[in-house]
């Protein structure tokens, strides 16, 4: 494989407007904020990143503030002027710098984009290129849709006949205390053959069991991240009393976290945010994982722009990533976006991969530069001069 020296690393911070907000137990924000990368290496070429996070620590411990300090004060001085073979180099250059996984994981992006466009490969087969042979991706991902809280059944049943008219074949429903047991019989009565899956984001403790175990009649797919979001350990205390299938997201920041969930029986499905785990060379072993154990896996999302959704895309389009993923059309969330060409849904609920090198999208500088100036009026903080 050809190397890639790089010669500097930027740092975007926008905001876009969302087409919808996406409420979930944990509230929701106007604007979907994110930190775009811009890696650019000899001749000018340049890999584009995203760590997409909000301005408040509720999904984890980072936000977009913290991730921009993290990035331009630490990631990216033990980076310039490093000449790299492969972007599973970088962990090794980064290991000083503790946790921060969702920064780390923008500015590697970043470099997996750059690196795959020097070598003249989609991102998806230069992914496969750092597996063992027989992981070539497929053509076109599998993928969901993710529904949030609404204010009433009414509504939330008239948006998953949206949803469900739109081509979605997977869908995904928001929780939390008092909008559960309700909502999934109101569902399945409406619609008895959908498939669907609940995602609690962390909002139950285990004393909420009974009230869980109510979920079983529902025929889910899975029941997503009922417990704390830092836990492992009572999840394994949960899962024996289910029949569902607990799918772990907030704690697993580790392919270690994984084999020990593995181990306690916490859960026995896999939802991979590469962002989360800081990074697609944390989430190649976390595949790889997955793969011997023959475990479920998914590839979840962030809201991302089209930057992100294309690298994830790019991932979940590998032969182990089983069940659909949180990867929708561009046009339920932004309009427009920040790239282009759009993401469409195609038939059978699929999302087809780009065809061109690296993430196979172009960034629009304009609406950058758009997105950018949103965000310094949004910026909620005022401070810091960002």
């Given at each position: 494989?050809?190397?890639?020296?790089?010669k500097d690393?930027?740092?975007?911070?926008?905001?876009?407007?969302?087409?919808?907000?996406?409420?979930?137990?944990?509230?929701?924000?106007?604007?979907?904020?994110?930190?775009?990368?811009?890696?650019?290496?000899?001749?000018?070429?340049t890999?584009?990143g995203e760590?997409?996070?909000?301005?408040k620590?509720?999904?984890?411990s980072?936000?977009?503030l913290?991730?921009?300090?993290?990035s331009?004060d630490?990631?990216?001085?033990?980076?310039?002027?490093?000449?790299?073979r492969?972007?599973?180099?970088v962990?090794?250059?980064?290991?000083?710098?503790?946790?921060?996984?969702?920064?780390?994981?923008?500015v590697?992006?970043a470099?997996w984009?750059?690196?795959?466009k020097?070598?003249?490969?989609?991102?998806?087969d230069?992914f496969a290129?750092?597996?063992?042979?027989?992981?070539?991706?497929r053509?076109s991902?599998?993928?969901?849709?993710?529904?949030?809280?609404?204010?009433?059944?009414?509504?939330?049943?008239?948006?998953?006949?949206?949803r469900?008219?739109?081509?979605?074949?997977?869908?995904?429903?928001k929780?939390?205390?008092?909008?559960d047991?309700?909502?999934a019989?109101?569902?399945r009565e409406?619609?008895?053959?959908?498939?669907?899956?609940?995602?609690?984001?962390?909002?139950?403790t285990?004393?909420?069991?009974?009230?869980?175990k109510?979920?079983?009649?529902f025929?889910l797919?899975?029941?997503?991240?009922?417990?704390?979001?830092d836990?492992?350990?009572?999840?394994?205390?949960?899962?024996?009393?289910?029949?569902?299938?607990?799918?772990l997201?907030?704690s697993?920041y580790?392919?270690?976290d994984?084999?020990?969930?593995?181990?306690?029986?916490?859960?026995?499905?896999l939802?991979?945010?590469?962002?989360?785990?800081?990074?697609?060379?944390?989430s190649?072993?976390?595949?790889?994982?997955?793969?011997e154990?023959?475990?479920?896996?998914?590839?979840?999302g962030?809201l991302?722009?089209?930057?992100?959704?294309a690298?994830n895309?790019?991932?979940?389009?590998l032969?182990?990533?089983?069940l659909?993923?949180?990867?929708?059309?561009?046009n339920?969330?932004?309009?427009?976006?920040?790239?282009?060409p759009?993401?469409?849904?195609?038939?059978?609920?699929?999302?087809?991969?780009?065809?061109?090198?690296?993430?196979?999208?172009?960034?629009?500088?304009?609406?950058?530069?758009?997105?950018e100036?949103?965000?310094?009026?949004?910026?909620p903080?005022?401070?810091?001069g960002?």
């Amino acid at each position: 494989m050809k190397p890639v020296t790089i010669k500097d690393i930027k740092l975007h911070i926008v905001a876009m407007p969302l087409v919808e907000l996406l409420k979930t137990s944990y509230g929701a924000e106007s604007y979907k904020t994110a930190i775009i990368i811009e890696a650019v290496g000899e001749g000018g070429l340049t890999g584009w990143g995203e760590t997409a996070l909000k301005t408040k620590p509720s999904y984890g411990s980072e936000t977009v503030l913290t991730a921009w300090h993290i990035s331009r004060d630490f990631l990216i001085p033990k980076l310039l002027g490093k000449t790299l073979r492969s972007p599973t180099e970088v962990p090794r250059l980064l290991k000083s710098v503790r946790g921060n996984h969702h920064a780390r994981a923008g500015v590697e992006a970043a470099l997996w984009d750059l690196l795959a466009k020097a070598n003249d490969m989609r991102l998806a087969d230069y992914f496969a290129a750092h597996l063992p042979a027989g992981n070539e991706p497929r053509e076109s991902v599998s993928v969901g849709v993710s529904i949030g809280i609404q204010d009433s059944l009414a509504a939330q049943l008239a948006l998953i006949q949206k949803r469900l008219d739109e081509g979605y074949g997977r869908i995904k429903l928001k929780i939390e205390p008092g909008w559960d047991v309700e909502l999934a019989r109101a569902v399945r009565e409406r619609f008895p053959d959908i498939t669907l899956m609940l995602d609690a984001n962390s909002a139950y403790t285990l004393s909420d069991a009974e009230r869980l175990k109510q979920l079983d009649q529902f025929d889910l797919l899975m029941i997503e991240q009922p417990l704390a979001y830092d836990d492992i350990y009572e999840h394994s205390q949960l899962q024996p009393q289910l029949s569902t299938p607990i799918c772990l997201d907030e704690s697993i920041y580790s392919a270690h976290d994984w084999r020990v969930a593995l181990r306690l029986g916490a859960g026995r499905i896999l939802n991979l945010k590469p962002t989360r785990v800081g990074g697609y060379s944390e989430s190649l072993e976390i595949y790889r994982l997955c793969q011997e154990a023959e475990t479920p896996l998914w590839i979840g999302g962030m809201l991302e722009t089209g930057i992100g959704r294309a690298a994830n895309l790019s991932f979940a389009a590998l032969p182990a990533v089983d069940l659909p993923s949180d990867i929708s059309a561009t046009n339920r969330y932004f309009d427009p976006d920040i790239t282009e060409p759009p993401f469409e849904l195609a038939p059978g609920s699929s999302i087809r991969l780009p065809a061109g090198p690296g993430i196979g999208v172009e960034v629009q500088r304009e609406r950058l530069a758009e997105g950018e100036a949103r965000w310094r009026e949004y910026n909620p903080f005022k401070r810091g001069g960002i």
